[in-house]
């Protein structure tokens, strides 16, 4: 049986060789560059309904609009 999340997890993650904080929530995930307060945040909703890929296929349109062009 998995433990239920009930208060915030900090882990160090290093990406690119950047040091960063990823908090795990009830409330869903944040993750900032280490020593900064603000940084990204996603709800456990949010993710659900897909808003994470959003920006991901956003980027990836602008990109091949951008090729096309050419």
């Given amino acids: 049986m998995a433990t239920k999340l009930e208060k ?3 882990r160090e993650i290093d990406v690119d060789g950047k040091a960063y ?3 795990i929530s ?3 995930l944040k993750l900032t560059e ?3 307060r603000k940084g ?3 709800s456990w909703k949010g993710l659900l309904n897909g ?3 959003a920006p991901t296929a956003l980027a990836a349109g602008m990109e091949s609009e ?3 062009e050419e």
């Fill in 8 to 10: 915030t997890l900090k």
């Fill in 21 to 23: 904080m990823l908090a």
């Fill in 26 to 28: 009830p409330e869903g």
């Fill in 34 to 36: 280490k020593g900064r």
């Fill in 40 to 42: 990204q945040e996603l």
């Fill in 51 to 53: 808003q994470a890929a």
């Fill in 66 to 68: 951008a090729s096309a």
